[in-house]
């Protein structure tokens, strides 16, 4: 797929390292974003990131390097790095060399991709843009509005010493708009059209996140928030859309399923879990509706991929089944750790960090019911649309998180809009509360573009897909004015 | 570096044509980053990283990009000529930037501070010894980092620095343990002891039965990492120029309503403090502080080179969020702690920060590590993790009852993308009430 890295992989097998087993990762991903705000193109921003990940093996220890000089001495100089660590973290390492995985795998995927993004010129793209500005500016109460798309293509090469050929290459596609209203000291925001909802293709996933067509209703609804009443307060049925379940998805089952914190390498940051070893295959999470799956093949969402970046293959696998725990997110290395089986999630942000347990796609499969039959069922409650704000423990049990937008429910029926929806929860015991899950028609393709994880950090992309959802007796609360 | 900086810059020039203007700008680092956790090595490697940024100017038309840089002189000209080319066919699809603007001074700077970088494989080994029994988690990095700027006009800067950065936890069991960071220029073993040996200490109370505290209002001390946690919050978006004009600041009632924090808090951006590069990607020189708050009054914003063409005022920063924020010590004596906090919450981590109510500044959070039940001034027992609710108007203004006299300097452990070079320093702080939710 690119010359370049398998010239490079060539170059460094000639001189690869005389090391019990070694890999490398080649990236070369390119970056191209722009954006138009209040009517005024910013800066194009074109971005080259390229670089290797060379890892190493000798005796007992592991060590790693990682340097964008890809020439025969970066290389070199790299490898040389690389088996110092390993030397020196022989004996005292967390791994047993036995553990680190050594795959052989042979393969070739590349995002299927209708159309192009080189297929729509700059100028019409900007010529989007400015017309999406004028959509979001609908009157004068709208102070700030912006809509951007980026696109960054990633080729990835992994090889190893035990043969693996792995050539991946991506595409992902970033749009998304923002209308921001205000009177007074009260401003409210309204962002869509794919803000939260970043896909791998090309420009053809633009139509199906409503970029632009949903410009001006997202502005209608900013400018409708600075005269709607505050949430109310109370323990109360809550209906959340996709666009706020991707969150609660990917706090409070997502990051405590993940085995690098149950086995405590997070503890220092990202935080350790209320998740323990001996909860799968038996832990109730939630109630019979609940079932989670790890997701690699749906092609359009953010982290689907052949291998990960240890070389395992990847596969769809139930994480939560009817409510049950069945396993965690861990990839190779962290399931040698634990001796429990996992899936295909080691992966790395960006050419220069290793490769640790990550979500990946992780998503709530649909259930029976349409968001009017979860409605209807509603005496007293709110519908919350978009997250805002999002906040849990280190060990990821107490939360707390926010939306955009809010609508009352009122005996059965959608009421006028609430600003400031908040609500609070407990995840050993919130998701035992599901009561409903949406069918096929609330189901939505969605990701998170910055999930920060891992010592040095990390940000990566991630996908949840999820129908709307129903949760009784949830703590609901509005602002503080 | 600097030299290889500065010459495949000045090879770049050479390829301009017609009035083009050209802006370099340069990040790199050569850092070992090692990984523990129980008090063993987890992933230890190094990362040796080179970035070029590239503003192509002409009249008020403009494109940007960042290169990879190889290493090799030869290959990365050929890569950035290329790169120059694909800018110049971009540009003159791209309509007219209004809010184009770059230092048309020459502002030469330079400062090195990367003599002497220590042994990390030493280093790595003493934290492992000295921590032998205990359960330690966390990172340690070290290393150089580097940043330059040259344009076409002749002016060249260049930033170097070889720091490290330990920052670790020791845990008791399950979520009970005492954070602690060790960050600087020269590393030194009798330092390293005193911070494990403190921890030791707190370990031991930390091993005492929890107490679960009922949601209420709490009489509290935030130590100063705690409150760094609030001011970062605060950070996201309440003191940019374009935030305040587009009415997105946190802050926003101090604008439109004149409200008001106590008056012992002042905070500047003290750009003085010279961990980071005192240049701008723009060419412009950061003064040497920005007061942001004083006396409890809004007073000034961080302006970048964009909105001071858009809202006519002067650049002071690279970008709107602070990077070298100083908040003002009190007169609270911190070895009476305590004593002045007599019952309630000694607090020394907060924990992933929101807003509730982003216009009225209300933020929720958790409690985090060691955070302790106090009683006539004795530490009786560790809390459970909480969550709070509050607002920054009553934080640090109602409820506020003092600062610390003594600082606390906190060198930034982040590291996505590159490392931080963040820093923060400020005092403890006293308040009367702390409402917790959960």
Redesign the interface.
């Known amino acids: 797929m690119n010359d370049y890295l398998n010239q490079v992989a060539q170059q460094f097998k000639s001189i690869a390292p005389n090391a019990d087993f070694w890999s490398l990762r080649l990236t070369n991903e390119v970056h191209e974003a722009i954006s138009v705000r209040q009517g005024?193109?910013q800066?194009?921003?074109?971005?080259?990131?390229?670089?290797a990940l060379l890892t190493v093996v000798v005796g007992d220890g592991?060590?790693?390097?990682?340097?964008?000089?890809?020439?025969r001495?970066?290389l070199k100089?790299?490898m040389r790095?690389?088996s110092?660590?390993a030397l020196?973290?022989s004996g005292?390492?967390?791994?047993k060399a036995k553990d680190y995985p050594r795959p052989e795998g042979k393969a070739r995927y590349e995002t299927p991709v209708k159309k192009h993004w080189d297929e729509l010129?700059?100028?019409e793209k900007?010529a989007l843009l400015q017309d999406a500005n004028k959509a979001l500016k609908i009157n004068d109460s709208i102070?700030?509005w912006q809509a951007y798309i980026g696109y960054r293509c990633d080729d990835i090469l992994f090889i190893s010493s035990a043969g693996a050929h792995i050539e991946q290459r991506f595409h992902y596609i970033n749009p998304g708009l923002v209308a921001?209203a205000?009177k007074?000291?009260?401003?409210q925001?309204r962002t869509g059209g794919g803000s939260q909802s970043s896909r791998q293709g090309g420009l053809e996933q633009l139509s199906l996140l409503d970029f632009p067509q949903a410009a001006t209703p997202l502005a209608e609804e900013a400018v409708a928030l600075l005269s709607a009443d505050e949430c109310p307060q109370g323990a109360m049925d809550v209906v959340l859309a996709p666009s706020q379940m991707i969150l609660q998805i990917h706090e409070s089952i997502g990051h405590p399923l993940e085995l690098d914190r149950i086995?405590?390498?997070e503890?220092?940051?990202a935080?350790?879990s209320f998740v323990t070893q001996d909860m799968f295959g038996s832990y109730r999470y939630g109630s019979d509706l609940l079932n989670v799956s790890f997701d690699p093949g749906r092609t359009e969402q953010l982290a689907s991929y052949a291998y990960d970046d240890e070389g395992t293959p990847a596969q769809r696998e139930y994480i939560i089944r009817n409510g049950i725990l069945e396993r965690p997110l861990g990839g190779a290395s962290s399931q040698a750790r634990a001796g429990i089986q996992g899936v295909a999630n080691a992966r790395q942000a960006?050419w220069?960090r290793?490769p640790i347990d990550r979500m990946a796609n992780l998503n709530v499969e649909p259930g029976d019911k349409s968001v009017e039959d979860m409605i209807s069922s509603v005496e007293n409650g709110v519908y919350m649309d978009t997250n805002r704000?999002?906040?849990?423990?280190?060990?990821r049990n107490?939360f707390?998180f926010?939306c955009e937008l809010g609508r009352v429910i009122k005996n059965g029926e959608l009421k006028g809009l609430v600003r400031?929806p908040?609500y609070?929860g407990?995840s050993a015991t919130f998701w035992r509360n599901l009561v409903a899950v949406g069918n096929e028609n609330s189901f939505q393709v969605q990701g998170v573009t910055n999930c920060?994880k891992g010592?040095?950090?990390?940000?990566i992309y991630v996908g949840h897909a999820s129908p709307a959802c129903q949760f009784s007796d949830v703590?609901v609360f509005?602002?503080?004015? | 570096m600097q030299d290889y900086f500065y010459s495949l810059s000045d090879a770049l020039f050479t390829k301009l044509e017609g009035d083009e203007q050209l802006l370099v700008g340069f990040e790199g680092e050569d850092s070992d980053f090692v990984r523990l956790n129980r008090n063993k090595i987890r992933q230890a490697g190094g990362v040796a990283q080179r970035k070029l940024s590239l503003d192509l100017i002409e009249g008020k038309r403009h494109a940007e990009a960042s290169v990879d840089l190889a290493g090799n002189s030869e290959q990365d000209f050929n890569q950035l000529v290329e790169t120059l080319k694909n800018l110049r066919q971009q540009r003159v699809l791209l309509p007219e930037d209004p809010y184009l603007h770059f230092s048309t001074d020459i502002n030469h700077t330079e400062y090195h501070h990367d003599n002497e970088v220590i042994n990390s494989h030493d280093a790595v080994e003493q934290v492992l010894q000295t921590a032998d029994d205990m359960d330690l988690v966390g990172i340690f990095a070290n290393g150089i980092q580097y940043s330059g700027f040259a344009n076409s006009i002749g002016q060249r800067n260049w930033h170097s620095s070889a720091n490290f950065n330990f920052d670790w936890s020791c845990y008791h069991a399950e979520d009970k343990a005492v954070k602690s960071n060790y960050a600087g220029f020269v590393w030194q073993q009798d330092k390293l002891t005193a911070k494990i040996e403190s921890i030791k200490h707190q370990l031991a109370i930390i091993s005492r039965p929890s107490k679960t505290i009922d949601p209420g209002c709490y009489r509290a001390y935030l130590a100063p990492s705690a409150v760094s946690e609030i001011i970062n919050l605060m950070s996201w978006g309440g003191f940019g120029l374009k935030s305040h004009r587009t009415k997105t600041t946190p802050l926003i009632q101090m604008l439109e309503q004149g409200r008001t924090l106590a008056a012992s808090i002042s905070l500047r951006e003290n750009h003085a403090r010279g961990l980071a590069p005192i240049f701008t990607g723009s060419g412009f020189i950061k003064p040497e502080q920005v007061q942001l708050i004083k006396s409890g009054t809004y007073q000034d914003c961080l302006v970048s080179s964009r909105s001071a063409m858009e809202y006519d005022s002067v650049t002071n920063a690279e970008s709107e969020y602070p990077g070298a924020l100083d908040l003002a010590a009190g007169n609270l004596p911190v070895e009476n702690i305590l004593k002045e906090l007599d019952t309630g919450l000694y607090i020394n981590n907060l924990w992933y920060l929101n807003f509730s109510d982003r216009n009225a500044c209300q933020l929720t959070g958790m409690t985090r590590f060691a955070c302790f039940w106090v009683e006539n001034g004795e530490i009786q027992a560790p809390v459970d993790v909480m969550r709070f609710d509050d607002s920054v108007y009553d934080l640090l203004g109602t409820n506020l009852l003092g600062l610390t006299k003594k600082r606390e300097l906190i060198l930034d452990a982040s590291s996505y993308g590159q490392r931080s070079n963040s820093s923060i320093e400020l005092p403890g702080v006293l308040v009367n009430q702390l409402r917790l939710t959960l």
């Open positions: 005024v193109m800066p194009v921003f074109n971005q080259l990131a390229r670089g592991c060590g790693y390097a990682a340097s964008s000089d890809l020439s001495g970066g100089k790299a790095q690389a110092d660590w020196q973290s005292l390492g967390l791994l010129p700059l100028n900007v102070v700030d921001v205000n007074g000291s009260l401003t925001y086995l405590g390498d503890r220092n940051y935080g350790t960006d220069f290793p704000s999002w906040s849990i423990d280190d060990s107490k707390q926010g400031n908040n609070r407990i920060g010592e040095p950090n990390q940000a703590d509005g602002g503080a004015a």
